[in-house]
């Protein structure tokens, strides 16, 4: 997982204004700069227009993560290596943190043809295999959600 977050920059730079790179690589970024303690009470959702919309479980984790922002804020593009995000927003919302929170930490699923080319040629700059495979699979989740948004 280090390895893939490393690679974020180049992954960025190579993917250029394709959103749902940036997106991937923000949920990415966010759950590096959160660690293990805040995973499973700040879930990252989605970036858009440059905001980073976290799900919290109740309004005190969300007091307690909006008072940390700014640290946040940096962390993040500071893994990313520009600053894709502009703001972070914290959003309570039960249903989504508990159900990140109980998802099966890892599933193997199939790439099919339904990755973007935006998305391959973005992990074509990942090297190693596996960075690769996973940064793909958390792309597609991202686009799956903002699709199910719609």
Do not use: C, Y
């Amino acid at each position: 997982m280090n390895q893939l977050i490393k690679s974020l920059p180049i992954v960025l730079r190579a993917a250029g204004e394709a959103e749902e790179v940036a997106q991937a690589a923000a949920i990415a970024a966010w759950k590096h700069a959160a660690g293990d303690g805040l995973k499973d009470h700040a879930v990252p959702v989605k970036l858009e227009n440059r905001t980073l919309t976290v799900a919290v479980a109740d309004v005190i984790w969300q007091k307690q993560l909006h008072a940390m922002r700014g640290q946040m804020l940096f962390r993040v593009n500071s893994i990313l290596g520009q600053p894709i995000v502009s703001t972070i927003e914290f959003v309570v919302d039960p249903r989504i943190a508990k159900a990140r929170a109980e998802a099966p930490r890892r599933q193997e699923e199939s790439l099919d043809n339904e990755v973007p080319l935006e998305l391959w040629s973005a992990a074509n700059a990942i090297h190693d295999k596996e960075l690769r495979k996973s940064f793909l699979k958390t792309a597609m989740a991202a686009l799956k959600r903002k699709a199910s948004e719609r």
